[in-house]
């Protein structure tokens, strides 16, 4: 066991391993799979209407579609608790982050 293992657990937490990568375990996979979706049935054909379009997409994404992304994907997901209204999304394909 490393030293960064032993420190975690000391701290009372616990590792957790992830599989070898694979895109049907990867929440972000399917966080972006129902973005274009949605984004392709709404066939916008001008910028304005895109951007409107994306607008509507990232609110349109749910705390509850989060979980249940990164349910599928096998990871233990107690709750998701915003500390603040959703008021803007931050379009990160790697990160939520709420203002």
């Known amino acids: ?3 960064l293992s032993l420190n ?4 009372g937490a616990t590792v957790e ?13 399917k966080r972006w799979s129902k973005i274009k979706a949605i984004l392709r049935a709404g066939r ?16 349109s994404v749910t705390s509850d579609d989060a979980r249940s992304w990164f349910v599928a994907c ?9 500390r603040r209204p959703l008021l803007k999304t931050v379009v990160n394909p ?6």
């Not at 975690?8 to 701290?11: D, L, S, T, V």
């Not at 916008?44 to 609110?59: E, G």
């Not at 096998?74 to 915003?82: D, L, M, N, Y």
């Open 44 to 59: 916008a054909r001008t910028s304005r209407a895109l951007n409107a379009a994306i607008r509507r997409v990232f609110r």
């Open 1 to 3: 066991m490393n030293t």
């Open 74 to 82: 096998g990871f233990s997901v107690k709750s998701i608790r915003p």
């Open 94 to 99: 790697f990160v939520w982050t709420v203002f």
């Open 17 to 29: 391993y992830l599989p070898a990568y694979s895109p049907d375990l990867n929440p972000i996979k």
């Open 8 to 11: 975690i657990r000391r701290a």
